[in-house]
Every structure is written in structure tokens, then in C-alpha cells.
């Protein structure tokens, strides 16, 4: 697994992917993109939200990744909704499918962000969290910002 994309390659977060999901494993993958879609993920006119990955017949694809039509395409746009193949080795395949067939898992989308001048997405095997997990979370992250700031405080 290579270092985390700079924050200002990052072309879209899915926030809400780390509190409904307990992500275990995070994987990259390339995305088989039209040029109006290019230019609309540049511009940041996605949404990854709903998206999540399915393998099918040993290749992986993204479904309900909204990207916005680009405004200056003309009538070769592309379909703002539709299904996307992924790019990612046989062995990452096999080995995802075997988790998320054996232990119920799925494959959510973090976010997407361009390295080296190809866009990329940084997807993660997740658990999904039930209504007290989220809770303990959300009081978990609470309580550490109370301790930064009290001892940011305490420093003055």
C-alpha cells in the first residue's frame, strides 16, 4: 500500500463513509473514465457518497458514483450515473472477494484523488456500524477534543 494522497490532489471525500463503516483494509485502484468525465472530476463535480464496489466475473466495478455532465461536453457526454471498471491487480481482486464473501464486508469508496496526473480512487473494506457503535464513536471523538483542548489551554 503506497502513502496517502496529498490534500490538494483530493477531489472528493466521502465523510460519511468513516461513520457508518469500521474500515479495516484500504486498497487503491485506477477508475476507466470518458474525457467529459475527466474534466468533470477536475472541476469536482462528483458525488461519492452512495458509490460502493462489486466484483463481477473477476474485475471490480463502482456503481452510483454521480459524476456531474461537464457543461461545455457536447452530445458525446457522458452518463452522469453509470457503472465504472476499476483497475486493479488479479491477486488485490481475489483476495477482497474472498473477505467480503467469508466475513459479510463491503467496499465503500474514501475518496478520489489524482496522482501523477491519473485520477484515482482509495477504496476501503468496511464493517458496517450499528446506531451504539456510532454513538461511541461520536463520544470517543468528543472526549479527544476536549483533551486537545484543554491542554492546549493549559500551555497558555
Known amino acids: 500500500m503506497s502513502k496517502a494522497p496529498d490534500q490538494d490532489g483530493v477531489l472528493a471525500k466521502n465523510r460519511k463513509a468513516r461513520h457508518n463503516y469500521q474500515i479495516l483494509d484500504t486498497f487503491e485502484a485506477g477508475i476507466v473514465l470518458a474525457g467529459t468525465e475527466v474534466k468533470s472530476l477536475r472541476n469536482r463535480e ?3 457518497e452512495e458509490a460502493f464496489a462489486v466484483e463481477s466475473k473477476g474485475e471490480m466495478f463502482l456503481h452510483n458514483l454521480h459524476i456531474r455532465a461537464y ?3 457536447n452530445i ?14 488479479k491477486r488485490e481482486i481475489r483476495k477482497i472477494s474472498a473477505q467480503i464473501a467469508q466475513q459479510g464486508l463491503t467496499l465503500v469508496p474514501l475518496d478520489m484523488h489524482l496522482r501523477r496526473g491519473k485520477i ?15 454513538r461511541d ?13 484543554a491542554m492546549r489551554d493549559a500551555n497558555r
Not at 458525446?76 to 491487480?89: D, F, Q, S, W
Not at 484515482?120 to 456510532?134: E, H, P, T
Open 46 to 48: 462528483m458525488s461519492i
Open 76 to 89: 458525446h457526454n457522458h452518463e452522469p450515473v453509470r457503472i465504472r471498471k476499476l483497475l486493479m491487480h
Open 137 to 149: 464513536s461520536l463520544k470517543k471523538k468528543d472526549a479527544d477534543r476536549d483533551a486537545r483542548r
Open 120 to 134: 484515482k480512487v482509495q477504496l476501503g473494506l468496511a464493517k458496517g456500524k450499528n446506531v451504539s457503535d456510532k
Open 71 to 73: 457543461s461545455h461536453g
